[in-house]
């Protein structure tokens, strides 16, 4: 089940099983502010290799409105603790190939260095708090992966 | 009625995703979790071994938290990123 298809492009924070443009989210992003100087992105994708063994596929699920809460706590707290204009994240779930895209953080500020530390402490931080899990299809069989930060 | 869900690996441990409990009136989760034993022998070994979080509507809660009528309580294994 995937929480209300992502709601509307508006949303600075989106859960969806679809497919996103980098293009899209920082265009999006820069038409918030003239006072933009710096934007920075995480993008992360499925690779086809993990812990010696050849990835097919990765599942993502998530806990429908937990997570979207979650996203929207961290998004919050970075503006308020970081010296950052605005920050738009985004999570696939559902079924993804090796080589698609997974999440993107997209942070803009006044200047790159408070871009770069709040970029790293959002994708740090959802992926120690956000009730989101993750199945890896391999060639020996099905794993349900927990990371080690 | 509360509305029990599984997430992720446990769904496939204990073979169910969601399941309804009648409560007669606010209960702690400890006393949640002794009734769900009767139907579900294993879920405190599979619970304690599986480093699980429990949720109250999407907080996480702990045992002497109270459940009430229309409440949802959640079984979240490790998160992808690594928490606990």
Request: proline share 3%; net charge negative; glycine share 6%.
């Amino acid at each position: 089940m995937v929480s209300k298809e992502t709601g509307s492009i508006l949303e600075w924070v989106r859960v969806q099983e679809s497919d996103f443009s980098v293009e899209e989210e920082t265009d999006r992003i820069k038409e918030r502010s003239k006072r933009i100087g710096g934007i920075v992105t995480f993008l992360g994708t499925a690779r086809d290799f993990s812990k010696g063994k050849d990835i097919n596929r990765i599942d993502f699920e998530h806990y429908p409105g937990m997570a979207e809460k979650r996203l929207n706590e961290i998004r919050e707290r970075a503006l308020q603790d970081y010296d950052i204009i605005e920050v738009s994240i985004v999570h696939r779930v559902g079924r993804i190939e090796t080589g698609e895209n997974i999440v993107l953080i997209v942070v803009a500020a006044e200047h790159r260095k408070d871009a770069f530390r709040a970029c790293e402490w959002c994708i740090d931080e959802l992926k120690r708090i956000t009730p989101i899990w993750k199945r890896e299809e391999t060639t020996q069989g099905e794993v349900w992966v927990v990371e080690h930060p | 009625m509360v509305t029990v869900r599984f997430f992720a690996v446990l769904k496939k441990l204990l073979d169910r995703e969601s399941m309804h409990v009648d409560l007669h009136g606010p209960t702690t989760l400890k006393a949640l979790l002794d009734r769900l034993e009767e139907d579900i022998p294993s879920i405190r070994s599979v619970i304690r071994e599986g480093r699980t979080l429990i949720a109250v509507n999407q907080e996480i809660a702990q045992e002497e938290t109270l459940v009430s009528d229309g409440d949802e309580v959640a079984f979240l294994p490790p998160f992808a990123g690594g928490q606990h």
